[in-house]
């Protein structure tokens, strides 16, 4: 809103003639968008500081992250990986907001979709985490692992049909991959399906 309301001031001192850029009036407007664009470099060091101390010290990285968010708070990144650093400390439902606010400034962002919807699993929301994962698949169509993270949501749901189908379609985009086989093989096994339970359990010992 501040940087908008400058972007205003400014055009509408450029309709005044042009003695007008020496006054105090075009000064303030000069230094206020130089004070913008150092806060955001400010903020985007900051990030990368508590990149660093991410999985190491994670409650450091946080105010890291939470001074990259006081100097810009439209800083996408700050809030993905402060709630990488909040779910790393099970606080999840933390990290669930974060994730949430990235996805609002920028919704095409499949990290904070992924990073949502693991926090959604770890607090048995598969519904919700399985949402999150359809749309980073939208987003990301032939990633393997997404298909492979929602179908062990479906499995952990008892919808084993679904995750059949999701183990395929991640075998098919990643075959060497024997553990998809032995999860795919569990489902049918649930199903009752034990020829075709066998089948991909031999494939995954390489029979």
């Given at each position: 809103?501040?940087?908008?309301?400058?972007?205003?001031?400014l055009?509408?001192?450029?309709?005044?003639?042009p003695?007008?850029?020496?006054?105090e009036?075009?000064?303030?407007?000069?230094?206020?968008?130089?004070?913008i664009?150092d806060?955001?470099?400010?903020?985007?060091?900051?990030?990368?500081?508590?990149?660093?101390?991410?999985?190491?010290?994670?409650?450091?990285?946080?105010?890291?992250f939470?001074e990259?968010?006081?100097?810009?708070?439209?800083n996408?990144?700050?809030?993905?990986w402060?709630?990488?650093?909040?779910?790393?400390?099970?606080?999840?439902k933390?990290?669930?907001?974060?994730?949430?606010?990235?996805?609002?400034?920028?919704?095409?962002?499949?990290?904070a979709?992924?990073?949502?919807?693991?926090?959604?699993?770890?607090?048995?929301?598969?519904?919700?985490?399985?949402?999150?994962y359809?749309?980073?698949?939208?987003?990301?169509?032939?990633?393997?692992?997404?298909?492979?993270?929602?179908?062990?949501?479906?499995?952990?749901?008892?919808?084993?049909?679904?995750?059949?189908?999701?183990y395929?379609?991640?075998?098919?985009l990643?075959?060497?991959?024997?553990?998809?086989?032995?999860h795919?093989g569990?489902?049918?096994?649930?199903?009752?399906?034990?020829?075709?339970?066998?089948?991909d359990?031999?494939?995954?010992?390489?029979?």
């Open positions: 809103m501040k940087k908008i309301f400058l972007a205003i001031l055009a509408s001192v450029m309709n005044f003639a003695t007008i850029f020496n006054s009036i075009f000064q303030n407007v000069s230094v206020a968008y130089a004070e664009s806060n955001k470099s400010a903020a985007k060091d900051k990030v990368t500081e508590g990149i660093l101390l991410v999985h190491k010290n994670n409650e450091e990285a946080i105010k890291k939470n990259a968010i006081k100097l810009d708070p439209n996408a990144e700050a809030y993905l402060r709630g990488h650093a909040y779910k790393d400390l099970k606080n999840y933390k990290a669930i907001k974060d994730y949430t606010q990235v996805i609002k400034l920028n919704p095409k962002d499949t990290h979709y992924q990073g949502r919807g693991l926090a959604y699993s770890k607090l048995k929301n598969y519904e919700k985490a399985i949402l999150d359809t749309k980073a698949i939208e987003l990301k169509p032939n990633d393997s692992v997404l298909y492979n993270m929602r179908a062990i949501f479906y499995e952990e749901s008892k919808n084993y049909e679904q995750a059949i189908l999701d395929t379609k991640a075998i098919e990643k075959q060497d991959d024997i553990l998809l086989y032995y795919r569990d489902c049918y096994k649930a199903l009752g399906e034990n020829e075709k339970a066998e089948a359990f031999a494939k995954a010992r390489g029979k």
